[in-house]
Antibody, heavy 118, light 107 residues
C-alpha cells in the first residue's frame, strides 16, 4: 500500500539549512507527484512545494528563494532543503501524495517536527 | 495568492446535530476545493475533493457543496469520531492554500 515517511533532524540552528527526506513505498515517483506541507505547532497548514512525476518542481512563492526539492527515483526518496532557517520555520513537515491525476492530498506521512532554535 | 477564509474558527455541537463549516475563496476557484479532517497528533485525512466527491472510506454523513465562491462542508449527524479540526484547501492555482481551520468540539 501507499506509504510515505519523513526523516531528518529534529533540531536546527537559526540561519542553518534544513534537510529532510521522504521515503515512499507502494508507488513510483515517476508516475506520481510528492508534495511537502508544513504545520507550525498549534497552527494551520501551509503548502511548501512539490516535485512532479516528470521531475519538475513548484514552490510556494513565499519560500522559493530558500527552498529546493529533489528526488532519487532509484531509492524512492524525495528531498527537501531549506536554507536560512528562522524560528518561524519551526513546524511539523509532512510529505504527501495526491490522488492520481489530481491535486488532492490523499496520502500523508506521519510528519516530522523540526524545531529551529539555538 | 488565493485566500481561503474559513468559518467559524471553532464550533461546539451535540451528538446527532447537523454541523456546517464554510470556506470563502478570495476569487473564483471553480470546483477545485477539498476538505480535510485532522485529529490531535495525526496527519490530515482527505474527506471531500472536487467540492462534492467523497474520498474512499469517508462516511456518507459528510457532504460538500458550493454557492459561487463559498464552499460548505456538512456533517448530517455528528458522531464522536468526527471531533477534530477541519481544513479547506484550494487547488485552482499555486500556491495551493488552506483555510485557517475549524475546531469542532462536542457540547
Amino acid at each position: 500500500q501507499v506509504q510515505l515517511k519523513e526523516s531528518g533532524p529534529g533540531l536546527v540552528q537559526p540561519s542553518q539549512t534544513l534537510s529532510l527526506t521522504c521515503t515512499v513505498s507502494g508507488f513510483s515517483l515517476t508516475s506520481n507527484s510528492v508534495h511537502w506541507v508544513r504545520q507550525p505547532p498549534g497552527k494551520g497548514l501551509e503548502w511548501v512545494g512539490a516535485i512532479w512525476s516528470g521531475g519538475s518542481t513548484d514552490y510556494n512563492s513565499a519560500l522559493k528563494s530558500r527552498l529546493s526539492i529533489s528526488r532519487d527515483t532509484s531509492k524512492s526518496q524525495v528531498f527537501l532543503k531549506m536554507n536560512s532557517l528562522q524560528t518561524e520555520d519551526t513546524a511539523i513537515y509532512f510529505c504527501t501524495r495526491v490522488l492520481q491525476w489530481s491535486y488532492w492530498f490523499a496520502y500523508w506521512g506521519q510528519g516530522t517536527l523540526v524545531t529551529v532554535s539555538s | 495568492d488565493i485566500q481561503m477564509t474559513q468559518s467559524p474558527a471553532s464550533l461546539s455541537a451535540s451528538l446527532e446535530e447537523i454541523v456546517t463549516i464554510t470556506c470563502q475563496a478570495s476569487q473564483n476557484i471553480g470546483n477545485w476545493l477539498a476538505w480535510y479532517q485532522q485529529k490531535p497528533g495525526k496527519s490530515p485525512q482527505l474527506l471531500i475533493y472536487g467540492t462534492t466527491s467523497l474520498a474512499d472510506g469517508v462516511p456518507s454523513r459528510f457532504s460538500g457543496s458550493r454557492s459561487g465562491t463559498q464552499y460548505s462542508l456538512k456533517i448530517s449527524r455528528l458522531q464522536v469520531e468526527d471531533i477534530g479540526i477541519y481544513y479547506c484547501q484550494q487547488a485552482s492555482s499555486t500556491p495551493w492554500t488552506f483555510g485557517g481551520g475549524t475546531k469542532l468540539e462536542l457540547k
